[in-house]
């Protein structure tokens, strides 16, 4: 039997993959409650019935808990929001698998200029605490980036990214105990 995102996405949180009413449990938690109403609405077009509910949903709990994460935003499984608390997502932007977000993140359109437009992210990127990633670059696959950095360029496969602007360095292992219960 095949599992669901959403079970994908909270087996990042426990290492186990649930029942259903095992995850209704766990959304005790804003971060995975999020998550899971995200998700539900990712599964259904906009002007379905079902679509527009789980948007009306999903809306109250951006409110509530400061995600700006919309349906359209293409996110891999295995997604993961490590604290909640304000976030800003473009929902443009592409994320991949296995990748975690911290609080404080804002991955950014630019406006003007050589990047104009949206951010690609890659799969198994730790993003920290108040990172700002802008811009039409790509963040390869196993990339960290710290806590405060500002990233307005392309980072390579297995690399961390610090300060602002960022300084890249290569690493292999570079999300190696960040990054956990991979699917």
């Known amino acids: 039997m095949g599992h669901s995102t959403i ?53 109250h709990y951006q409110i509530k808990y400061g995600f700006q994460i919309y349906p359209e935003t293409e996110i891999g499984e295995g997604f993961y929001l490590g604290h909640w608390g304000h976030l800003v997502i473009n929902p443009k932007a592409k994320i991949g698998k296995n990748c975690n977000i911290a609080q404080g993140v804002t991955i950014a359109q630019a406006n003007r200029g050589k990047n104009e437009g949206v951010p690609i992210i890659g799969n198994e990127v730790w993003i920290g605490p108040n990172a700002v990633i802008v811009g039409k670059i790509t963040i390869g696959n196993n990339v960290l980036i710290a806590p405060n950095a500002y990233v307005n360029m392309d980072i390579p496969d297995n690399s961390i990214a610090l300060g602002n ?7 292999m292992n570079a999300t190696e105990g960040y990054i956990n219960n991979k699917i």
């Open 7 to 59: 079970q994908k996405d909270f087996y990042r949180e426990s290492g186990k993959y649930l029942s259903h009413f095992q995850i209704l449990k766990k959304c005790f938690s804003p971060n995975l409650h999020y998550i899971y109403w995200l998700r539900n609405a990712q599964k259904h077009s906009k002007p379905s019935l079902l679509g527009k509910i789980y948007r009306l949903i999903l809306r």
């Open 165 to 171: 602007p960022a300084v890249i360095t290569s690493k």
